[in-house]
């Protein structure tokens, strides 16, 4: 973007509407060439008193990974009942879908636990298995308490310019030893 009609060497404001601000000074010439803002309106105007606003039209570049659906399964404990009073590992794996191929944010959040796990990964298209992830299950004091539980979810958050979101969530509930 190109930002004219300043005095030569004046000292700017550029403010995003609803956004932050940054500094800047024009060239002798009154002018200033602007790179990598995000689509949006802007105010420009000397750093003391008022400006004019800009709409800056360009979008930002597009990514080139776009996620359309995620799935999660747990691929252990691989026994099929544990001792549920003891703490319990349970990992999670996801398998993401979509085109593309880069490196993509993804995020895992156990709600039962508070845990949380932001990697980056590669995505390889059209599908690409995503990190582990373990979470504990609770251990319970006496058999007659329900059986552990624990779920994840795993969100792929918006990348760059890409449209949506894609989410799975996973509970898992523990099969107990018989007096666990």
């Not at 009154?30 to 949006?40: C, H, I, M, W």
């Not at 995020?107 to 990697?119: A, H, N, Y």
């Not at 994840?152 to 760059?160: E, S, T």
């Amino acid at each position: 973007m190109s930002i004219t009609g300043f005095g030569a060497n004046q000292r700017i404001r550029i403010t995003r509407i609803g956004g932050s601000s940054a500094n800047a000074r024009v060239n002798g010439q009154g002018a200033l060439e602007v790179d990598n803002l995000d689509r949006g309106t802007y105010r420009v105007g000397p750093r003391e008193g008022r400006g004019g606003t800009i709409t800056c039209t360009k979008a930002p570049a597009p990514v080139a990974v776009n996620i359309s659906d995620a799935d999660v399964v747990a691929t252990k404990p691989d026994t099929p009942t544990v001792k549920c009073n003891q703490v319990t590992p349970v990992t999670f794996e996801g398998t993401l879908t979509g085109t593309g191929t880069g490196d993509i944010r993804i995020v895992w959040v156990s709600p039962d636990t508070g845990k949380r796990s932001e990697p980056t990964m590669k995505f390889t298209g059209p599908s690409s298995k995503t990190p582990a992830f373990v979470v504990n299950a609770p251990s319970r004091a006496n058999p007659a308490e329900p059986r552990p539980t624990v779920k994840a979810q795993l969100l792929v958050p918006r990348q760059g310019s890409e449209t949506g979101v894609a989410s799975a969530v996973f509970t898992v509930t523990l099969h107990c030893e018989a007096g666990t």
